[in-house]
Structures are given as structure tokens and as C-alpha cells.
């Protein structure tokens, strides 16, 4: 009798251990699958008065949207500091940040830097976005689980 119930219990434990594995691996298949719409984010920062870093940014932005489709990612191009440089109107890299925007990349200036630089919108390439602080932004952004590069 011993026997039978020592022989029920370890066929038990068995079967009690797959089930954990197989939660586990249906757990890891679940949580690897794309969620149906969801959107890949990335932000980029640049904070470097530096026209090669700026055409890194835009390079892999537009890298990023050949790869993953331009309707499946969701790209920002945050500058602050000397960054914001490239962003004046007559930069050598305004072309570029043009074709970005009509790509749907939104390029993102620091209000902070701005009002310190004394810049004005005027100063910027049209179509600049705008938020109070760039770092800010950056934590944000990050916080909602946003990919976060710097070339």
C-alpha cells in the first residue's frame, strides 16, 4: 500500500513540475509576441554642436524606419545644449532635419536651452517641437519605455 501511494505522489510531482515549465515557456512565447499595433519608440539625443553627430542621429532615424517600417516606430530627436546649434535655420545639417520632420521624425528643441541661448522659433528650422527640458523629456520618455540612443 506504501508502495502505490510512494508511487502516486512521485507521479504527481511530475506532472506538477511540467506545469510550472509550461507556463513558464508559454510565459517567454507571450511576452516575446508584438503586441497587436504596438508601436516601436525610440528616442535619440543629441546635445553635441557637431553636424557628423547630427547626420549620425538622422542616419540611424531613417535606418530605424527602413528596417521596422516607418508605420510601426515612433521616433524623437531630442537637442539641448550645444546640440541646438543644428537646429538654427541656416545649420549645415537643415536639410536634412527638414527631410526628417517630412518623414515623420519629430525633431524636439529644449525650451531651457532656447531661453539661455536667447533663441527665439524664428531662429529654428519650421516644424520644431518643444518641450521645457530635454533631460526631462529623455527620463520620460524612458520611464514609458522608450528605447533611448545617443550616437
Known sequence: MKQAVIAALLAAGTIFTAIPDAVAQQAATVKSAPQANAKY??????????PVKWNLALNNAKNVQADLGKENVQIEIIAYGPGLNMLRAESKVADRVNGALDDNVAVIACDNTMHNMKLTNADLIGGIGHV??????????????????RP
Not at 521645457?132 to 533611448?148: H, P
Open 41 to 50: 519608440k525610440v528616442i535619440f539625443q543629441v546635445s553635441d554642436n557637431d
Open 132 to 149: 521645457k527640458a530635454g533631460v526631462v523629456q529623455l527620463m520620460e520618455r524612458q520611464r514609458q519605455g522608450w528605447n533611448y540612443i
